[in-house]
C-alpha cells in the first residue's frame, strides 16, 4: 500500500484519518440537552426591548415569530434556549414582571420522544419519512396509479437533489388545478408528512370516495411533498431545528436564506432581513434560491391551469390568506374569510382543534417575500398559508403519534377549499 515515500505514505493516512474523524463527527446531529423553550407575552416597550436586548448578547432560537425582529407588545412569542442561559434568562424575565411559561423543559428529550419506535425501516404515513424515504415514494405511487399520479422534477436543489413534483388527479382532458406544497421550512416534518398524505388518501379515495372521486374527476393537484430538500435532509441528519435552505452566502459562514422571505412580494420589507445570519435572511433578491425559483417558474408557466395555492408551514394552528407583507386589504378579502371559516370551522368539526384565521399581517405577522402573497399577486385568488398543530406544546418537534391525526383534520379543510375552487373557478 505504502510504495511511496515513507513521509509521504503517512501524510496520506493522516489524512484519511482526518476525513474519517470530521466525517463522523459531521454525521452526528446537533444535541439539545437541557434547552428550554419559553414562552412570553412581552407586555410593555421595555419588555420587548429586554427580549431585543437578551437576544443580542446570546441566541435565542424563535419559534413563534420566526425572528427577535418580529416581536410585537401583547403576542405571545416562543423561543428555545440553551441549557447554559436558560436560568438566567428565567431570572431576567421574571424579575421584568413579564408573564411566561415554559413550554419545553428539555429540547433533547422531545427530539428523543418525536418518534413512536426506535425501528425505522421503510416508508409509513404514520410516521416521519427522511427525503430518500420520500423520494422512493414518490416514485412508487406513481408507478402503481399511472392513472392517477405522475411525477416530474421541477428542480434541482442547491446541493443537487431533485424537486418532485407529483400531479393527482384523473388523467385524460386538460382541467383546473390546486397547487399544494410542504416542506418549505426544514424543521417543519408535519407538514411533508401531510402532502403524502394527501396523496394516499387521492389514491384510496377514488371510485369509493364520491366526493373525493368528484374533486380528482374535475381538478387536478399539484402537490410537492418537499420544497426545501437540502434544508429537510440536514434537519435529519445534522440538526433537527434547521429552518432555511442550505445555500452558502458571500463573506460570513452563517448558511442558507429564509424560503420564505424569498419570493416577489414587498420583497426585502417587513418581517425580513438583509442578514444572512437571521432565520429570516431574504436572500440577495427575490428567488435567489434555486428551490424558490423552481417553484416559481413551475406556477408561472401554469398560471392559466392554477386556481388555488396552498402552502403547507407548522405550528401554530392558523389559516391565513393574504397579505402579509402589507396591512392592506386584499381585493378579495370577504370571500376568502368566508371560505377559511367555513375550512376550519370543517378542520375542528373532527378532533375539535382550534384555528384561528385571517390575513397573515394581522394574524399571525407583518412579514414580506412569502409565497401566498406572491402567487396571490401574480393572479392566483384562492391562496392560503397553513400553519397546521400545535399550539406549542410541541412547537416543531410534534410527536409522531399525532401525525394522523393532523392530516385527517387538515384533509377535511383542504378538500372544503378545494370543492369552493371547483364550484366558483
Ligand atoms: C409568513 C409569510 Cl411572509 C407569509 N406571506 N405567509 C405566512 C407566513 C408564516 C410562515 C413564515 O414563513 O413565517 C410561518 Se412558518
Ligand atoms: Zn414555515
Ligand atoms: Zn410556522
Ligand atoms: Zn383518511
Not at 1 to 13: E, K, R, T
Not at 76 to 90: H, P, T
Not at 208 to 218: A, E, G, I, M, R
Request: overall charge negative; some cysteine; charged content about 20%.
Amino acid at each position: 500500500m505504502c510504495s511511496q515515500q515513507l513521509i509521504s505514505c503517512f501524510a496520506n493516512m493522516w489524512t484519511l484519518l482526518l476525513i474519517t474523524c470530521v466525517a463522523a463527527v459531521s454525521a452526528e446531529p446537533l444535541t439539545y440537552y437541557g434547552d428550554k423553550v419559553f414562552r412570553v407575552v412581552p407586555q410593555t416597550i421595555e419588555h420587548v426591548e429586554l427580549l431585543k436586548s437578551i437576544a443580542s448578547l446570546t441566541k435565542l432560537d424563535f419559534w413563534v415569530p420566526d425572528s427577535v425582529s418580529l416581536l410585537e407588545q401583547g403576542k405571545a412569542a416562543d423561543f428555545r434556549v440553551g441549557y447554559d442561559n436558560a436560568f438566567d434568562i428565567q431570572a431576567l424575565i421574571s424579575h421584568s414582571g413579564m408573564p411566561f411559561e415554559v413550554m419545553i423543559d428539555d429540547v433533547q428529550m422531545v427530539i428523543e420522544n418525536q418518534f413512536t419506535s426506535k425501528v425505522r425501516s421503510g416508508h409509513s404515513y404514520e410516521k416521519y419519512n427522511d427525503i430518500e424515504t420520500i423520494y422512493a415514494w414518490t416514485a412508487n405511487i406513481a408507478a402503481e396509479n399511472p392513472e392517477l399520479v405522475s411525477r416530474s422534477q421541477i428542480g434541482t436543489s442547491y446541493e443537487g437533489r431533485p424537486i418532485y413534483l407529483l400531479k393527482v388527479g384523473k388523467t385524460g382532458a386538460s382541467k383546473n388545478a390546486i397547487f399544494i406544497d410542504c416542506g418549505f421550512h426544514a424543521r417543519e416534518w408535519v407538514t411533508p408528512a401531510f402532502c403524502q398524505w394527501f396523496v394516499k388518501e387521492a389514491v384510496n379515495s377514488y371510485g369509493s370516495d364520491p366526493q373525493f372521486t368528484n374533486l380528482l374527476d374535475t381538478l387536478d393537484f399539484y402537490v410537492l411533498p418537499v420544497l426545501n430538500v437540502d434544508g429537510y435532509a440536514y434537519s435529519w441528519t445534522n440538526d433537527r431545528m434547521w429552518r432555511k435552505t442550505r445555500s452558502l452566502n458571500k463573506n460570513t459562514n452563517c448558511i442558507g436564506t429564509d424560503p420564505n422571505r424569498n419570493f416577489d412580494a414587498g420583497w426585502g420589507t417587513n418581517g425580513a432581513t438583509s442578514s444572512p445570519c437571521s432565520e429570516v435572511y431574504s436572500g440577495t433578491t427575490f428567488e435567489s434560491e434555486s428551490e424558490t425559483r423552481a417553484l416559481g417558474d413551475f406556477i408561472r408557466s401554469n398560471l392559466s391551469s392554477i386556481k388555488a395555492y396552498l402552502t403547507i408551514h407548522s405550528y401554530s394552528q392558523m389559516l391565513l390568506f393574504p397579505y402579509s407583507y402589507t396591512n392592506k386589504q386584499a381585493k378579495d378579502y370577504y370571500e376568502l374569510l368566508a371560505l377559511s371559516e367555513g375550512a376550519v370551522n370543517t378542520l375542528s368539526s373532527l378532533y375539535g382543534t382550534i384555528y384561528t384565521y385571517g390575513p397573515g399581517g394581522k394574524t399571525i405577522y407583518l412579514s414580506s417575500g412569502g409565497s401566498d402573497d406572491w402567487a396571490y399577486d401574480t393572479g392566483i385568488k384562492y391562496s392560503f398559508t397553513f400553519e397546521l398543530r400545535d399550539t406549542g406544546k410541541y412547537g416543531f418537534i410534534l410527536p409522531e403519534s399525532e401525525i394522523v391525526e393532523t392530516c385527517e383534520e387538515t384533509m377535511l379543510a383542504v378538500k372544503y377549499i378545494a370543492n369552493h375552487v371547483l364550484n366558483n373557478a
